[in-house]
């Protein structure tokens, strides 16, 4: 027969029903209760449980009665406020230990009595058993104030302190333990006593820590790094710094200060990774590559160690056809095939831009080609990227160590000519080291670090070639010319230098001492020459120099050197000019607004819109020597073409190379309004110029 439903019974239905919570709680306060029932009974014992209007009783004890007056089932439920008035809950009830002090209780008639109430928190959070009797004597109290005086200024020291803190007046069973320690290992001090603060350290770190704290007995000073296991089970890195205590009449002891360092060697692990990790791709950078190789170099050795360098071809192409952030997702999936193609403990480098570096050890010549073969089958499997499916060749470079290497970082230079060497060939290729090439790159290190001494060391002097009026040839200015004789190779020509310091990121350094030699010299002219030095003199300016910064730079040198905006004349390569446009008008109207005059240099070997041309403020096209050479071989066209455009254009123009009486006499009849050339002067240094305009003048 089935049972009865609620509908069938209304007894059942009327019958309370009990939450989960009210169970919890009734377990929490009988807990609570086992404890209190083994504490001395001519005290008054309760159970108080922490609630939103305020701790109330929730359990009392037969010494209530005979102490206070009340009877045990009144005071269930009681605000603890009415028996104990006018003390703070925060100061009696401690989650970290057991408070006693003396304080007055209110008893059921009204009268208040002296107490000494003990107030000891349960296992369970929430919950305490307060004990209270009656307050000792004058005597007692005399001697209690005397004592408690002292523990007052401890507990200020020590307790309060936000500096977790351990204290042993003998041995190594703790005595004292504030509240800040156990915060930080979520103990109750009870639980830490005597050995009980062992428990809460890392087993592996006991050790080191009992010998540090067995050192200080002796009467050291010594700090151990160990990590405290908290209660709720989370790890943390501290400091233990122990010195020596004695306490008279008990022995060696020692005090302990503890300082939780895990969020600094988070942040420092944080600052690390970030120093030696590419952000993009999460790859080590650089600075990790030079101190991995540098840790696992032998000088002298030969095989074991090798480097490959690859370099993404074509990268620029999907930059500029899908976009920088499809650029960046493609490397980043290079970085990933390349960790799954590697071995673990091969390391992988983003070098920088689209250039990677895997380091391999103890490996041959042949197992890194091997290597770099399926690096470049993995990454030639299409990514997709916006939709469309992008293949990634990749050229690579493979150097062995061998005892010719003298440091780490050759190794890794070797393997970025060997990538080099791999693009030559027609990229996607894997090319192992060429000997000749390798001589060859390190020649042009060399040569690049004594162009470097020589801008600086003030090696680098000017010579200049004259500029003549066609009409009159008269002279009118000089073009600045940079010279370098080395002090091994002799004489190097700018054909040489100049590329090589465009390259290396030196010709801005380059050209501001050329215009500072140049400024300088006209200076000197016309303190000696007068009215016969050069009036103009023409500055060659690279077209990786044409900036913002070289207003500010001429205007620096001009002013500091005391010479004439007009006296200076910038000479630009048609492909300065059209390399950024916009930028190089800009610029240039900058230079005119300062008084400087601007000259197109080697003008109709470039590619240069006409129209771009008219509207640049130029003032001089200068016409390149295989136009003028034309002139002996009966083909004027061009030169003519170059005169007649500047000539509308309003520009005067200077005819470069020229050598005989015949070209002279051509260029006059087409208009040409200045000579330069072997025909006129060689360029020849700033003590011979000096005495050519000298005689001229005279």
């Known amino acids: 027969m089935p049972s009865p439903t609620t509908d069938q019974n209304p007894a059942v239905a009327r019958r309370p029903r009990v939450t989960s919570r009210e169970v919890l709680d009734a377990a929490r306060v009988s807990r609570a209760v086992l404890h209190a029932a083994s504490v001395r009974v001519d005290a008054a014992v309760l159970v108080v449980v922490a609630e939103a209007g305020g701790p109330r009783v929730r359990w009392a004890g037969a010494g209530v009665e005979r102490l206070l007056g009340h009877a045990t089932t009144d005071v269930l439920g009681m605000a603890l406020d009415r028996l104990l008035p006018g003390t703070p809950p925060g100061v009696l009830l401690r989650r970290e230990r057991t408070v006693t002090t003396e304080l007055r209780g209110r008893s059921r008639t009204g009268a208040l009595l002296d107490l000494v109430v003990t107030t000891t928190p349960s296992s369970d959070a929430g919950v305490w058993t307060v004990t209270a009797q009656h307050a000792r004597t004058a005597t007692e109290r005399a001697l209690a104030d005397s004592a408690a005086a002292h523990e007052r200024r401890f507990t200020t020291l020590t307790e309060r302190s936000p500096v977790p803190t351990l204290l042993s007046e ?128 032998q000088p002298g050795a030969h095989g074991g160690l090798a480097c490959l360098f690859l370099d993404v071809d074509d990268f620029k192409v999907v930059n500029d056809s899908l976009g920088h952030a499809a650029g960046d997702q493609l490397l980043v999936q290079v970085a990933h095939r390349l960790r799954a193609v590697v071995r673990p403990s091969d390391l992988v480098v983003r070098f920088g831009g689209d250039e990677f570096v895997v380091v391999c050890e103890d490996v041959d010549e042949d197992a890194a080609v091997a290597l770099g073969g399926r690096i470049s089958a993995e990454l030639a499997r299409p990514v997709q990227l916006g939709g469309v499916g992008v293949g990634v060749r990749v050229s690579v470079g493979v150097t062995v160590q061998t005892a010719e290497h003298a440091s780490a970082d050759e190794l890794v230079r070797d393997c970025d000519i060997a990538m080099y060497q791999a693009k030559a060939g027609g990229k996607g290729r894997v090319s192992v080291l060429d000997q000749g090439a390798r001589s060859q790159a390190r020649d042009k290190l060399r040569l690049v670090a004594d162009l470097r001494a020589a801008i600086d060391g003030g090696g680098l002097t000017v010579h200049y070639q004259p500029v003549v009026e066609t009409e009159t040839m008269r002279p009118v200015g000089v073009e600045a010319l940079a010279r370098w004789q080395h002090p091994q190779r002799g004489w190097i020509g700018p054909d040489v230098f100049v590329p090589l310091a465009e390259e290396t990121g030196l010709v801005g350094a380059l050209g501001a001492a050329v215009l500072e030699q140049a400024c300088a010299q006209v200076a000197a002219w016309d303190a000696e020459l007068g009215l016969g030095a050069p009036r103009v003199v023409h500055v060659n300016v690279s077209a990786l120099q044409l900036d913002e910064h070289l207003p500010a730079l001429l205007t620096d040198t001009v002013t500091r050197l005391g010479v004439g905006y007009e006296r200076i004349c910038v000479e630009l390569t048609e492909s300065a000019l059209v390399r950024d446009p916009d930028l190089a008008l800009l610029v240039l109207h900058r230079l005119r607004d300062l008084g400087t005059s601007v000259a197109v240099d080697d003008f109709g070997t470039g590619y240069s819109s006409l129209a771009h041309l008219r509207r640049l403020p130029v003032d001089c096209l200068k016409i390149d020597r295989s136009f003028v050479a034309e002139l002996s071989e009966g083909h004027p066209e061009i030169t003519g073409a170059v005169v007649a455009l500047a000539t509308g254009l309003g520009l005067s123009t200077v005819a470069e190379g020229v050598e005989t009486v015949e070209q002279v006499r051509a260029l006059a009849g087409m208009g040409a309004t200045h000579l330069q050339g072997y025909g006129i002067a060689r360029p020849m240094d700033a003590a011979a110029t000096t005495a050519w305009f000298a005689e001229r003048a005279r």
């Open 170 to 297: 003998q041995g190594l069973r703790l005595a004292h333990v504030n509240d800040a320690f156990c915060r930080l290992v979520d103990r109750q001090a009870e639980q830490l006593l005597g050995t009980g603060w062992l428990a809460g350290i890392h087993p592996e770190d006991v050790g080191d820590v009992v010998d540090t704290a067995a050192a200080a007995l002796t009467g050291e000073v010594g700090d151990v790094r160990a990590r405290l296991l908290r209660a709720d089970g989370e790890e943390r890195t501290t400091v233990l710094r122990f010195a020596h205590l004695h306490t008279p009449g008990l022995g060696s002891g020692f005090v302990a200060t503890i300082e939780d360092v895990t969020e600094r060697l988070a942040f420092q692990d944080q600052l690390e990774h970030q120093a030696t990790h590419d952000p993009l791709t999460g790859l080590p950078n650089r600075t990790r590559l030079a101190s991995f190789v540098a840790q696992r170099f």
